[in-house]
């Protein structure tokens, strides 16, 4: 009653009934390298392309019916099923990466070494269940740069068709490649050295923001180091001044304008509204921009990490590193609940006064819940948001 996305998960997986029933069977969810061995199991049974893909598909839906019914009975916190969440991502890009690479090599010549790099949400280790997997695919030259780049596009392109956003749960974490340099333009995959290039030569001060997220997530573990060691010397390096400070400024500000969408309400959206996900994110971010250079302790991924860090280094004033805290929590959990409850991504609050009474009596408001919910998201974000303000034009943080 809680759920629509539990419902149509339990319809397709009725096997994993009994699980429900068991207390400890649900709270003994598998950490990462235990995820990735399972994705490998179930990959060995399946040597088909298509079984495979249907294996990886059953294999998220399980997990995510698994973690989404601990989080509606309270056994989980917004950070655990961010950090759950992430790894059952990884586990499941691994998966297809591997099986990817084997239809690939069935059908031509073996690809070269090749790489994940979560971005995003997903390199942080934050999901919300509504997320998608920012990610760039990135392979190692080892010969012949035409057949290592068309081998490369091949399983890129088989990676997208297993996890694309026709995946098990739609566009919710479903692989998105527009980070990439050149966007939709540009070649799905590249060399190292290819990204370097580009790095060197034509990386707008947004490009080089995104890479404070990159983090290895699937495939060959040197090449993902390499490649992560390589985005932080271009993100790290000396010269970030007011020029690239009014660029992301220029930035954020563009977003604010043109990405809320018109049929969801600016004034409760968890994501992009004043107070929101992303105002913390940007906020502490340029932070890290500002001072990641002289302070390796910042040089994180994480956006909560990012924050202590930055707190504890008297970058950034506890009143504001308190209030990011508890608007981000919140958002995060506003917007999670948002998703189990309606089994599609949505990031705004609804207007209809029964939906959100629904949403808000399921997040723990039992007295006035509409009017309970309503304020304290405006509560929260709005000293999110002045603390935003303070920190992203003012002089640094308001740190010691």
């Known amino acids: 009653g809680t759920s629509r996305l539990l419902g149509g998960l339990l319809d397709r997986l009725p096997a994993a009934l009994p699980r429900l029933g068991d207390d400890a069977a649900l709270a003994a969810f598998p950490g990462r390298e235990a995820l990735a061995a399972e994705a490998r199991r179930r990959l060995e049974v399946r040597p ?62 073996s690809p070269p070494p090749m790489a994940i790099i979560a971005m995003g949400r997903w390199g942080g280790r934050e999901l919300n269940y509504a997320s998608d997997l920012d990610a760039l695919v990135v392979y190692r030259a080892s010969g012949d740069a035409g057949a290592d780049q068309a081998a490369a596009q091949r399983v890129t392109a088989l990676l997208l068709e297993a996890l694309g956003p026709g995946g098990p749960l739609g566009t919710a974490l479903a ?4 980070l990439r340099p050149e966007g939709k333009q540009g070649p799905a995959a590249r060399s190292l050295d290819a990204y370097h290039a580009y790095w060197e030569r034509w990386a707008e001060v947004w490009e080089r923001q995104a890479l404070l997220r990159a983090r290895p997530a699937a495939g060959d573990p ?59 994110e940007w906020a502490v971010q340029l932070c890290q921009l500002r001072h990641g250079h002289a302070d390796p302790a910042l040089r994180t991924p994480s956006t909560a990490a990012a924050l202590d860090a930055l707190e504890a280094a008297g970058l950034v004033a506890p009143a504001h590193a308190a ?8 958002c995060a959990r506003v917007r999670n609940r948002l998703f189990l409850q309606e089994g599609r991504p949505r990031d705004s609050l609804p207007g209809d006064p029964a939906a959100v009474t629904r949403l808000a009596r399921s997040l723990g408001y039992e007295a006035s819940p509409r009017s309970g919910l ?15 303000e303070a920190v992203f034009y003012g002089d640094g943080g308001g740190g010691a």
Do not use: C
């Open 48 to 109: 088909g392309w298509t079984e495979a893909v249907t294996g990886l598909h059953r294999f998220v839906e399980a997990h995510v019916l698994w973690l989404a019914a601990q989080d509606l009975v309270g056994g989980a916190g917004v950070a655990a099923i961010g950090e759950r969440l992430s790894n059952l991502a990884d586990a499941a890009v691994l998966g297809a990466l591997e099986a990817a690479q084997r239809q690939a090599a069935a059908s031509g010549p």
């Open 175 to 178: 692989l998105d490649l527009a």
């Open 222 to 280: 040197e090449l993902g180091a390499a490649f992560v060691a390589a985005a932080e010397a271009q993100v790290y390096r000396p010269g970030f001044g007011p020029e690239q400070e009014r660029a992301v400024r220029q930035m954020k500000a563009r977003i604010e304008r043109e990405r809320l969408p018109t049929q969801e309400d600016p004034l409760f959206h968890t994501k992009l509204g004043k107070g929101g996900l992303a105002d913390v």
């Open 323 to 330: 209030a990011w805290r508890a608007a981000y929590a919140f």
């Open 374 to 388: 309503r304020e304290d998201y405006r509560r929260l974000t709005r000293r999110a948001r002045r603390s935003f």
